[in-house]
């Protein structure tokens, strides 16, 4: 039989909330099989115990073990035991399951079970274990595998924590007492089903007078009436939450709770001011901002929009008022155009309303209110202003040169009336047509009018203030160009006409029309007639139609090409003008070959046969026109293959062109391949005509003076290179036949020697030579070096 056994610490904190006490050693629990309570064989005898007792040879108890134990020796936990043990040493206790051997341990002699490890209840709350007693010698089991579980007992040790802490949370201002804000909520990870470690509750410790909380739910409520957003409009509260429900030794924990009041239309719009007085340039365009007013609203959002509006005043229609959506500005908007002249003030009654009314806070009204505007009109200095913007004005296209055709009106609006002075814009009189008198406005001509070439003049006209020439008015003359008869008619289109050798006498064969450039009142009315040298001519007649039209009809047949292949005849056009003015147009008629419809086959002068070339006379014609055309060729082609001069021609670029020897030369010494004395005797007799860069092919006119040109063995050796370079600039300057451009001057010039001769080094180990280098120190410093290895010692001991 198996009993269960505890501490002390478990007797003093875990079973003193049992029923029944426990005696000596003992600790009840249950079976997890029955649920019946059984207690230790080692306790006193109670009658119950015949109750609870079945008939089986294992017996155990739930266990109970304290969590967060801290003593240095291992906690013990109960004792099991068996019936087949005799205390003779051969049966052996075995433990197995959860923590078995890394947690608890089991003396396998007595059945004894320590917990060698703190457990911790929040990690894991029981252990199930299996026992099973065993034959020590053969580990053959004496009695079945039975189960039991070690339960960790709770003690406070966690503090409550806000999860979803801090908070932050809304009310709207002036809320009743008691208003719900919001609910916080702490969980404690002790045991909530043994004791008070669990059971929290909740208070304020920041954020009185205004709130509270409910101490069991945490809900979170408004402790002061009408609460003012605009007096203050956020509070920060701290929530504390405290295990043990709140008793002496309980552990808490707190967080914070941010409560902002949200805004609603408790605040009436007020102007700042009464009367409100601005001023304007009466120049300020339509549409424009006159002014912006506000009322001020200490409310927010859309609790503080509002609408303005004009509710009287003097001047109606001059202005308008909107609303910006994004300030809350009443704008004030010009309608019409100013005029100080006219009216210098302005006085509006101007309103500004809430748009949106909470009906909760009308008593706290009205929510509107009024204020004065006063406008002034600024004067400015305007330009002058025409009496009439567009005039119209008419004038005859045969109208003499200073015929006065109407006159325009202008004067200064402002109250200084300054003098007013006129002219043409000339970009809408770019011909000069017209002239304006300066000082009475009078538009008159300037030069002759064509109706047809311009029937429309707009005229732009300046008036001009004379004190101010700045202010510039403008206004239109829209002059028209009455008609005179003054062209002739002229046939409406180039007629061709053709006439078939086959037509009879009486057929109409053209019909003609005109046109007139002139544009009379009472419209066109031609008269057509044949000319007076062709009116009795045997061929051709005319008849008028009286319709602005005319035919042409033939006298007689058997028309042919062969004798007249066209006809000439001239048509008199004369107009119904005052006066009349006629022209005369020829009409050509053709003689064509037509089919039996009358549609023309071919037209003009039929070719006569002559007698011509024989065939091989024209062969032989050919052959010498192709042997010809074959010899172009070939000297064509010989011409572009022949070589071009080595020496540029005059006329060619020499930087477009490059000519290459490959023929480096011997150097100084070298005397074989060039006459290396032409170019040492610089005094060499030499033709100054001559250019070195062209070829000479066309001859030099300037004749040099034989003094003008230096001895060159006279001069030293430094100053021939620069003397000689500038002769040949000179003559490159002067030269008629030079080209008119920058060229490149060659010149194939060496100096006249030097005194040292060969610098070179190559020879000197070879050749005994005293030559005294001491002159190499007055060269320079480009020959210092040279110096230096020449100059004080001989050029064995230099390279030695």
């Known amino acids: 039989m198996m009993g269960g056994r505890c501490s002390g610490i478990c007797r003093a904190l875990a079973l003193l909330a049992l029923l029944f006490p426990l005696r000596e050693r003992g600790c009840w629990g249950l079976n997890p099989s029955s649920g019946d309570l059984e207690k230790s064989p080692h306790s006193d005898p109670d009658p119950w115990e015949a109750l609870l007792r079945h008939k089986r040879s294992w017996v155990w108890n739930q266990f109970f073990v304290l969590e967060e134990y801290t003593g240095n020796e291992p906690l013990y936990v109960g004792k099991l035991h068996s019936d087949v043990d005799k205390g003779d040493g051969k049966v052996k206790y075995v433990l197995t399951g959860e923590g078995a051997t890394s947690i608890f341990t089991i003396d396998e002699n007595t059945g004894d079970i320590h917990a060698t490890k703190r457990l911790d209840r929040e990690a894991q709350p029981y252990y199930t274990l299996q026992a099973q007693a065993v034959d020590r010698v053969t580990n053959i089991p004496v009695e079945p595998r039975s ?273 007013i002075r006129y002219s043409i814009d000339r970009n809408t009189d770019l011909e000069r047509f017209f002239n304006v008198d300066a000082l009475s406005g009078v538009i008159s001509t300037a030069k002759p009018l064509d109706r047809e070439a311009n029937l429309v003049h707009n005229l732009t006209i300046f008036a001009i203030e004379s004190q101010d020439p700045t202010q510039i008015g403008k206004g239109i003359a829209l002059i028209t160009v009455l008609d005179i008869n003054d062209n002739a008619p002229v046939f409406a289109i180039d007629y061709e006409t053709l006439l078939c050798e086959n037509a009879m006498p009486g057929q109409v064969i053209q019909t003609i029309s005109a046109v007139d450039k002139d544009e009379p009142l009472s ?120 070589k071009e001069p080595l020496i540029l021609e005059e006329e060619r670029d020499i930087r477009e062109n490059i000519v290459r020897y490959d023929d480096e030369g011997g150097g100084e010494e070298d005397t074989e391949a060039f006459d290396m004395v032409t170019l040492r005797n610089l005094n060499v007799i030499r033709d100054p005509n001559v250019r070195r860069d062209v070829t000479p092919d066309t001859p030099t006119f300037f004749h040099y003076p034989s003094t003008t040109r230096p001895s060159y063995k006279s001069l030293p050796d430094n100053v021939v290179f620069r003397e000689f370079i500038w002769e040949r600039l000179k003559d490159a300057d002067v030269d008629p036949s030079a080209p008119p451009y920058d060229s490149l001057q060659t010149y194939a010039f060496e100096g006249s020697g030097s005194v040292a001769e060969s610098l070179s080094s190559l020879e000197s180990l070879s050749t005994d030579s005293d030559q005294n280098y001491d002159y190499l120190s007055n060269w320079g410093p480009r020959f210092k070096k040279l110096a230096d290895l020449y100059g004080n010692s001989d050029g064995t001991s230099v390279f030695s």
Do not use: W
């Open 523 to 642: 419209g066109h009315r031609f008269y057509f007639a044949l000319a007076a040298p062709v009116a009795g001519n045997l061929n051709f007649t005319l008849r008028d139609n009286k319709d602005n039209t005319a035919s042409i009809l033939t006298k007689r047949g058997g028309f042919r090409r062969r004798e007249q292949a066209v006809y000439r005849l001239p048509v008199l056009i004369v107009d119904s003008g005052s006066p009349a003015l006629s022209s005369t147009n020829t009409l050509s008629v053709r003689v064509c070959d037509c089919d039996s419809d009358g549609v023309a086959l071919s037209c003009g002068a039929v070719a006569y046969t002559a007698t011509g070339l024989s065939t091989g006379a024209l062969l032989a014609i050919l052959g010498c026109i192709i042997t010809l055309l074959v010899m172009v060729l070939l000297i064509v082609t010989m011409r572009r293959r022949r």
């Open 147 to 419: 189960e039991f579980v070690v339960k960790v007992q709770d003690i406070n040790d966690n503090e409550p924590k806000f999860l979803d802490g801090p908070y932050l949370a809304g009310v709207p201002e002036m809320s009743p007492l008691g208003t719900m804000v919001v609910q916080v909520a702490a969980t404690d990870a002790d045991d909530p089903t043994y004791g008070n470690s669990a059971r929290v509750v909740y208070s304020i410790t920041h954020g009185q007078p205004y709130f509270s909380v409910e101490p069991k739910t945490g809900v979170i409520r408004t402790a002061l009436p009408n609460m003012d957003r605009e007096t203050r409009d956020q509070y920060v509260l701290v929530i504390q939450a405290k295990d043990m429900v709140g008793q002496m030794g309980g552990l808490s924990g707190t967080t914070s709770v941010t409560v902002t009041l949200t805004d609603v239309n408790d605040n009436p719009p007020r102007f700042t001011h009464k009367n409100y007085q601005y001023t304007v340039l009466e120049s300020l365009p339509v549409q424009s901002v006159v002014a912006r007013i506000k009322a001020a609203d200490a409310d927010i959002g859309s609790n503080a929009e509002m609408d303005y509006r004009i509710m009287d005043g003097d001047g109606p229609g001059m202005f308008n008022i909107t609303t910006d959506e994004n300030t809350q500005d009443g704008v004030i908007i010009l309608l019409k155009s100013l005029d100080f002249e006219t009216k210098s003030s302005f006085f509006l009654r101007i309103e500004a309303t809430n748009r949106n009314i909470d009906s909760n806070f009308l008593s706290l009204g009205p929510f509107s209110d009024t204020t004065s505007v006063k406008v002034m009109v600024e004067d400015v200095n305007e330009p002058p202003v025409f009496s009439t913007p567009l005039s119209k004005m008419v004038v005859s296209e045969d109208a003499r040169v200073g015929t006065s055709i109407g006159r325009v009106s202008a004067h200064d609006p402002d109250t200084s009336n300054n003098a």
